[in-house]
């Protein structure tokens, strides 16, 4: 079965310091690999995808995430936070449910930004 | 108007209620989806409609009850909850014959009392 693994609860970072977030995926074939972001009391906003091509993905709001095949990781990156970015986090992989495709999320990561 | 949109935002409910979540997409796709998203778990998969064929996850009880009457509209129909059903209801669209990315709603925040 297709999963992702969000190892950290929680991730604090100062304003102006570059952010890591997490990711690990378990597949069987290609991956195809999604970001999410959801702000309080909101629904969840796409981020960024990888489906094949260049490992290095850019999205939304100066976000990227770098697939890595060897290490079976495509941790989300920014340069640069902002403490806007304070958000819960949801990395994705795409599964097969009964033969139509839908969207296997991990718990999520909590990302805190201190002025 | 365009994305996903759901009715109510909020909710409040007996156990022995009727009550009815809303979701209408207006982005053209063709499968749309219910997540039920607790506190501290992953997102659940609740049902997914293709075509307006419905998918079911069997862990999903019976109280429960989705509803796609057309490619843009999703109901889900709530009966006799239970309070750990309290949570937030996500729905979605995609494309599903495309890379499986997903739109969604902001979600039905709902508590059960």
């Known amino acids: 079965a297709q999963s992702v693994a969000q190892p950290e609860d929680q991730v604090n970072v100062a304003e102006g310091n570059p952010l890591t977030v997490k990711c690990t995926y378990s597949?069987?074939?290609?991956?195809?690999l999604f970001w999410y972001v959801q702000y309080p009391n909101r629904g969840l906003q796409f981020l960024l995808k990888?489906?094949?091509?260049?490992?290095l993905v850019k999205g939304s709001y100066g976000f990227e995430a770098e697939f890595n095949k060897s290490q079976t990781s495509f941790h989300l990156k920014k340069p640069s936070a902002l403490v806007s970015d304070s958000a819960l986090y949801f990395c994705?992989?795409?599964?097969?449910?009964?033969?139509?495709?839908?969207?296997?999320f991990g718990k999520g990561t909590m990302l805190l930004v201190s002025p | 108007e365009t994305g996903v949109t759901q009715t109510p935002r909020h909710l409040v409910m007996g156990m022995t209620n009727k009550k009815s979540l809303k979701c209408e997409q207006h982005?053209?796709?063709?499968?749309m989806y219910w997540y039920k998203q607790s506190a501290k778990k992953p997102l659940e998969l609740m049902f997914v409609?293709?075509?307006?064929?419905?998918?079911e996850n069997n862990s999903v009880p019976s109280r429960f009850s989705p509803e796609c009457p057309n490619s843009s509209h999703l109901f889900l129909h709530l009966h006799t909850l239970q309070p750990e059903d309290s949570a937030l209801y996500l729905c979605?669209?995609?494309?599903?014959?495309?890379?499986?990315?997903?739109?969604f709603g902001e979600g039905s925040r709902l508590t059960v009392l």
């Open positions: 994705a992989v795409r599964a097969l449910f009964r033969g139509y495709s839908t969207l296997t």
């Open positions: 409609y293709s075509l307006e064929e419905r998918v």
């Open positions: 982005l053209g796709h063709n499968a």
């Open positions: 990888y489906i094949t091509g260049d490992n």
């Open positions: 597949v069987s074939g290609n991956p195809y």
């Open positions: 979605a669209s995609s494309q599903e014959t495309r890379t499986g990315e997903l739109f």
